[in-house]
């Protein structure tokens, strides 16, 4: 059977009703015994701490937890903090904001994360060197491409992509969400390859009808933040069912595991084939620069030297799969 991943991103840490839907979704994990890869913000670890919000804390810890950057869309973000600087500069940058987000980190749930993954997707290759420093061996949303969404391995961090995702306006249409589920179900069955991963959204936008970000969209920053707009009891109750039948048809395909699980199996690693290396070479730019277009970027970044920066690591790009 496919092994697969299921991810969420725990982030928001400005609308109230943020905290009690991701406590609601991740006992919806619970109760069926699936075992989520939850990322959350250093941000987020703080808001909960002194929010007192221990239950919900504990909650997340009984899933595989990462971490999901420090601040998140407060700016700058990790592609605005390193798209102008050289490598070696960048390799600092990193560490220093990543160091404190994985401080907060294990503050609140008296862990290390097991893996890391980026905000809105993004990322540079100092990520990967500022991981090393902090013993984090894996990231989640690698935009590195290989073909069918291969994991890998690039300057020594287990990079593994989202093959799939499903959004909360998805879910909230229970029409939608059908259709979209069985789309997903089908493609994991047919699938050629170990494990796959699955995006399934942010607790908070389960619960408001837009994101809790928009307050940094365009590379500012609002003052004061907006909050954003509740959604319908009925139409967040619809959401979580329509979640929650996913994952019980997934269950029947596939069998989930958390990142720790995964990396926990014996990994076969092996140098990319010519054709494996030719797609790297022209998918990557293409993602990377995909990413630099998430709407809280300031319009003028550019991704072309962070491409570049990743390119050169071309090298240290192995092809891993779990046995
Ligand atoms: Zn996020």
């Given at each position: 059977?496919i092994?697969?991943?299921?991810f969420m991103d725990i982030e928001?840490?400005?609308?109230?009703?943020?905290?009690?839907?991701?406590?609601?979704?991740?006992?919806?994990?619970?109760?069926?015994?699936?075992?989520?890869?939850?990322?959350?913000?250093?941000?987020?670890?703080r808001?909960?701490?002194?929010?007192?919000?221990?239950?919900?804390?504990?909650s997340?810890k009984?899933?595989?937890?990462?971490?999901?950057?420090?601040?998140?869309s407060?700016h700058?973000?990790?592609?605005?903090?390193?798209?102008?600087v050289d490598?070696?500069?960048g390799?600092?940058?990193a560490?220093d904001?990543?160091r404190?987000?994985?401080?907060?980190?294990?503050?609140?749930?008296?862990?290390?994360?097991?893996f890391w993954?980026?905000?809105g997707n993004?990322?540079?290759?100092e990520?990967?060197?500022?991981?090393?420093?902090l013993?984090?061996?894996a990231?989640?949303?690698?935009?590195i491409?290989?073909?069918n969404?291969r994991?890998?391995?690039?300057?020594?961090?287990l990079?593994?992509?989202?093959?799939?995702?499903i959004?909360e306006d998805?879910?909230?249409?229970?029409?939608i969400?059908?259709q979209?589920?069985?789309q997903?179900?089908?493609?994991?069955q047919s699938?050629?390859?170990?494990?796959?991963?699955?995006?399934?959204?942010?607790p908070?936008?389960?619960r408001?009808?837009a994101?809790?970000?928009?307050?940094?969209?365009?590379?500012?920053?609002?003052?004061?933040l907006p909050?954003?707009?509740v959604v319908?009891e009925?139409v967040?109750?619809?959401?979580?069912?329509?979640?929650r039948?996913?994952?019980?048809?997934?269950?029947?395909?596939?069998?989930i595991?958390?990142?720790?699980?995964?990396?926990?199996l014996?990994?076969?690693?092996?140098?990319?084939s010519?054709?494996?290396?030719?797609?790297?070479?022209?998918?990557?730019?293409?993602?990377?620069?995909g990413?630099?277009?998430?709407?809280?970027?300031?319009?003028?970044?550019?991704?072309?030297?962070?491409?570049?920066?990743?390119?050169?690591l071309?090298?240290?790009?192995?092809?891993?799969?779990?046995?």
């Amino acid at each position: 059977m496919i092994l697969v991943s299921v991810f969420m991103d725990i982030e928001d840490p400005i609308n109230p009703l943020a905290d009690p839907a991701a406590l609601d979704i991740s006992e919806l994990f619970t109760n069926l015994s699936v075992r989520a890869s939850m990322c959350i913000t250093g941000e987020k670890c703080r808001s909960l701490m002194s929010r007192n919000r221990q239950d919900i804390l504990t909650s997340l810890k009984s899933h595989c937890i990462g971490l999901h950057t420090n601040t998140h869309s407060q700016h700058p973000s990790t592609m605005e903090l390193l798209a102008d600087v050289d490598y070696e500069t960048g390799c600092r940058l990193a560490l220093d904001s990543e160091r404190k987000g994985h401080d907060s980190f294990v503050k609140a749930f008296g862990q290390s994360p097991t893996f890391w993954g980026g905000a809105g997707n993004t990322w540079s290759p100092e990520i990967n060197a500022a991981l090393s420093q902090l013993q984090v061996p894996a990231y989640s949303y690698s935009l590195i491409q290989t073909p069918n969404h291969r994991p890998h391995r690039i300057n020594g961090i287990l990079g593994l992509p989202q093959a799939y995702s499903i959004g909360e306006d998805q879910w909230a249409d229970d029409q939608i969400a059908d259709q979209r589920s069985n789309q997903v179900l089908k493609a994991i069955q047919s699938a050629t390859t170990p494990w796959l991963g699955i995006f399934v959204g942010h607790p908070t936008r389960f619960r408001h009808d837009a994101f809790w970000d928009s307050g940094y969209f365009g590379g500012k920053t609002a003052e004061p933040l907006p909050f954003a707009n509740v959604v319908d009891e009925k139409v967040y109750m619809r959401s979580l069912i329509n979640l929650r039948s996913f994952l019980v048809k997934l269950k029947s395909v596939a069998k989930i595991v958390g990142v720790d699980e995964l990396l926990e199996l014996k990994w076969n690693e092996r140098r990319p084939s010519d054709e494996e290396i030719q797609f790297f070479r022209s998918e990557t730019p293409k993602a990377l620069a995909g990413a630099a277009k998430w709407p809280i970027h300031r319009p003028d970044l550019d991704p072309a030297n962070i491409i570049q920066k990743t390119l050169n690591l071309e090298n240290t790009l192995l092809i891993a799969e779990p046995e």
